[in-house]
Every structure is written in C-alpha cells, then in structure tokens.
C-alpha cells in the first residue's frame, strides 16, 4: 500500500511551495530533497550537531527535529535565503568569508542561520556571548577560533 501524502504549502525564502510529502517527511528532507535547497546541511539527524538550522520565522530551529508539515504557516528562512536578491553577501557572510570562519564547510550553514539570528537578538555580543551564540553548533574542522571571530567582524560590520 502506498503511503498517504499530505498537501503542504511552505514559504521558504520569501517564495511559496506547494509539495505533497508523507507526514513523517522531516523538513530538512523537504528543503533538500523536494525543494532542492541543499544548502542545508544534514549531519546528526538527532538535533545535536546544528547543521541543519534554518530560521523559522527568524528563530533558529533544527530542521531534522521537525516535520515539514510543523512548518507550514512559518515563513522559513535557509540559508540560501541569507544573501541578498542580487547575490551581495550578508554580513555574518561576509565575517566568515574575511575571518577564514569555515574549513570543510560542512558546519557553515548552520553557523551562518544561528548567527544571523543570534546577532538579531544581541547586536554587540561580548566575546563570551559570542561563544555562547555558537555553542549549539559542532565544528570538525575549525578549533572555532575563526567562528568566534566571524561573529565579531559580523556585529562590527552591523549584521
Ligand atoms: S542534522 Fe540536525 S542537528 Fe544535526
Ligand atoms: S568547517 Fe568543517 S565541520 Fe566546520
């Protein structure tokens, strides 16, 4: 028997979709597989590596800890949604790009979601808050030193 698919409409990035997914669909499955937004990272599946955080009406959230039918009616943000329309980089972007912020990349957009949201909240972190904006977030490759100064140079630059 086939599996029954449920009608959802997702606004992701300012567009609306409409898909037809199971409801065990996790949302980042639909981000990457039914939308093809693979900016997404997947890594844990178990919401402990923060890989897959998107914003969800601007908070962050771990896309493989909810279903994509949880999402519909939250205007989602990826990270393919952080630059402008016309490419220019966002500021905590443009931190990590001048403060050699990734390695591998794996990480980066979760990095990047948790701290555009982060800095929202608090503009002018300290730098044990700068620590603390990126703590649910692991990083294989980078010891962090470059990411805590990318949240930095993104409050400098005004993100
Ligand atoms: S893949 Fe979602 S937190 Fe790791
Ligand atoms: S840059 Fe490789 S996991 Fe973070």
Redesign the pocket.
């Known amino acids: 028997m086939s599996e029954p698919l449920l009608e959802v409409q997702l606004s992701v990035n300012g567009v609306v979709h409409d898909l037809r997914v199971p409801a065990r669909r996790l949302l980042?499955d639909a981000l990457r597989h039914d939308l093809g937004l693979t900016g997404t990272?997947?890594?844990?599946?178990?919401?402990?590596?923060?890989?897959?955080?998107v914003l969800a009406d601007g908070r962050p959230v771990?896309?493989?800890?909810m279903f994509a039918v949880s999402a519909v009616g939250l205007n989602l943000t990826t990270v393919e949604g952080l630059a402008g329309a016309d490419g220019t980089l966002s500021n905590v972007q443009q931190a990590f790009a001048e403060c050699h912020g990734l390695q591998c990349g794996f990480c980066t957009p979760?990095f990047l979601t948790t701290i555009t949201a982060g800095l929202r909240d608090n503009p002018q972190p300290t730098h044990e808050q700068a620590r603390d904006m990126i703590a649910g977030n692991?990083c294989r490759c980078t010891g962090y030193q470059n990411i805590v100064k990318a949240v930095e140079r993104a409050a400098e630059l005004g993100a």
């Open positions: 980042s990272h997947v890594g844990c599946e178990h919401g402990v590596c923060g890989a897959c955080t771990r896309a493989c800890l979760g692991l």
